[in-house]
Structures are given as structure tokens and as C-alpha cells.
């Protein structure tokens, strides 16, 4: 019998249509330069000892931080042109949870999440709101040119030239929402989803990212899930709470709990992945699109980044 690993790690950087021949070799270095130093900047916490929210929060950071994905620097940009960020963490040995919406000027939304939830009686924030909550936490600013790139803006004028009226935003189905779950020594998993939202969102858009039960979930009675993807079917589905809820209540393997769970957003017409960390070490990603940004690492040594979908 196969012992489970001690504590497992595992991130996304976004699901869609992702091909080699359009992602380029560029990019695709890139990105995999970036899920590495997130395996990395996660796995010396929990190597050490330490909790999977610090984990989650860690690698989260550093992908907040590359311009490959869609999530701080190099986030995408509204139909309007500005950037608007959303983001949240959850903690399974509580359920506590805190999540922010539409702010624009912290570095990274993931710890501006976490004070949410460790320093104020709330647990959903948004906008100009939460940037001032930002600022009387102490946590570290931006200005827009920190988070805008060229790339992302070309995204945004290419999508308008094309635009056919039914087509709202995000056409190419390019979806870069940044996320991790993680188990440590001590059994308890976490969660922690960042992102942009999608390009040429309009009337202060919030897809499923910050969302608890959606996008972000965490539970140590079941698992720990951040998704990525259509946000709109992922509310719908309530993934993340599904997913644990499939666990905790019916007893179902994770595996099959989040097949099941994302053949429901599919029927619904909505396309994604997600990643999910159980408490005895487990972790699996599943996704329906051609590829998902993604990586995994654990206590017996596995290591794994990549991208397309036919990569073991």
C-alpha cells in the first residue's frame, strides 16, 4: 500500500484553449520558469514545517508577480481600460476565509485576501473600500504601470475590433487566473485564487476567483479546491463547496468528486479546471479545456510542471 506524501502542493496559472503553436516557445518558457518558483517558494514552507496557508499565500505571490499570467502584474484590463483585481484565501481548520474584489492598487491581492480575514471582522471587500483597507494594513502599493503591460492591452484592442456585439468579453477563451492548494505535515489544507478577470469586462464584472464555495474552498473535513475558468458557470456550480461537499457527505473520492462536479459545468456550457489538496496528501488537478497552466509538488519527492493537455 502506498504511503501518502506528508504534504503536497499543487498551483494553476489558468485553463482555455492552449496550443503550442499559439502559446510559442517564449511563453511557454516563461511560464514554466514562474510555476517553478511558485512550487518552489510554497514547497520550502511546507518542507519546513510550516502551514499550508503560508503555502498557498507564498506561491500565489510569486505568480501575482509574472507577467505570463492574469493576476497582478500583467493582469488584463477592462473594457473601460483599467485594471480591476479580485482575490481570495481560505484556511480548513476553520473555514475562515477572506476575499477581495475589484481593487487596484495592491501589490498583491492575496495577502490584502489574507488581512481581510485575519484583521477585520469581514470577510468580502471590494473596491475602493478595499484599497483603503489595503493601505491602513501597511500592505505594499502599486500603480497601474506596475500591473499593466503591453501585451495585455493589445488583448483588450484586439477583442474590441472584433467584437460582434454577442461576444462580451474574453472570445479566445485565454483564461490566466492564478491559484494553489496545499496539505501540510499537520494534515490541514488550504486555498488561495488571484486574478484579472477576463478581457473586456464591463459594470464591475466579479467572476468566481474570490468567491467562497466558487473559485476558492477550503475544508479540512473534505479538501481544499481553487478553480479556474468560465466564472459565471463556476457560481453557478458552486464548485469548490460541491467538490468538498461530495467528499464530506457522500464519500466520494476526489477524483471522482471533481469529475462529476465539472461535468456540471460543462453541461451548463461553461469550460475550466481546478486543483484540489485533500488532508491525507492527495492532490489532483482536473480540467476541460485543451490545457491548464500547472504545476504540483510533495513530500516524496514528485515534481511536475505543465501546461497541455496531453502531458501526463
Known amino acids: 500500500m ?3 506524501p506528508r504534504w503536497s ?3 494553476h496559472g489558468g485553463a482555455g484553449q492552449l496550443a503550442r503553436d499559439v502559446i510559442g516557445d517564449a511563453y511557454d518558457a516563461a511560464a514554466r520558469a ?3 518558483r511558485a512550487l518552489d517558494a510554497g514547497g520550502a514552507i511546507l518542507a519546513t514545517g510550516g502551514s499550508a496557508l503560508d503555502a498557498v499565500a507564498a506561491a500565489v505571490e510569486v505568480l501575482e508577480d509574472d507577467p505570463s499570467f492574469n493576476a497582478g502584474r500583467g493582469a ?15 484556511d480548513g481548520r476553520d473555514r475562515r476565509a477572506g476575499a477581495v474584489a475589484a481593487v487596484s492598487a495592491t501589490r498583491h491581492p492575496v495577502a490584502l485576501a489574507r488581512a481581510v480575514m485575519e484583521h477585520s471582522p469581514h ?7 478595499a484599497d483603503i483597507f489595503s493601505t491602513e494594513q501597511g500592505l505594499e502599493q502599486a500603480d497601474g504601470d506596475w500591473f499593466a503591460t503591453p501585451a495585455r492591452r493589445a488583448q483588450l484592442e484586439a477583442m474590441k475590433a472584433k467584437a460582434d456585439g454577442e461576444s462580451w468579453f474574453d472570445v479566445d477563451m485565454k483564461y490566466g487566473t492564478v491559484g494553489a492548494v496545499a496539505c501540510d505535515t499537520d494534515g490541514h489544507v488550504a486555498a488561495a485564487t488571484s486574478t484579472g478577470g477576463v478581457t473586456g469586462k464591463r459594470w464591475g464584472r466579479i467572476g468566481d476567483s474570490p468567491v467562497i464555495g466558487a473559485g476558492t474552498y477550503a475544508d479540512d473535513r473534505a479538501c481544499a479546491v481553487s478553480a479556474t475558468g468560465s466564472g459565471e458557470f463556476f ?7 460541491e467538490i468538498g461537499a461530495r467528499i464530506r457527505l457522500l464519500g466520494e473520492d476526489a477524483a471522482t468528486a471533481t469529475r462529476t462536479v465539472l461535468a456540471g459545468v460543462r453541461e451548463m456550457g461553461g469550460t475550466g479546471g481546478v486543483i ?12 476541460n479545456t485543451s490545457g491548464m497552466f500547472r504545476g504540483r509538488a510533495d513530500s516524496t519527492g514528485a515534481r511536475q510542471v505543465a501546461i497541455y493537455g496531453d502531458e501526463a
Request: hydrophobic share 50%.
Open 2 to 4: 502506498t504511503t501518502p
Open 9 to 11: 502542493l499543487m498551483i
Open 34 to 36: 514562474a510555476l517553478a
Open 76 to 90: 488584463v484590463f477592462t473594457y473601460d481600460g483599467t485594471i480591476e483585481l479580485d482575490a481570495a484565501i481560505m
Open 123 to 129: 470577510v468580502f471587500l471590494a473596491g475602493r473600500g
Open 235 to 241: 457560481i453557478r456550480e458552486s464548485v469548490g463547496h
Open 276 to 287: 484540489v489538496a485533500t488532508p491525507d496528501g492527495q492532490a489532483l488537478w482536473h480540467f
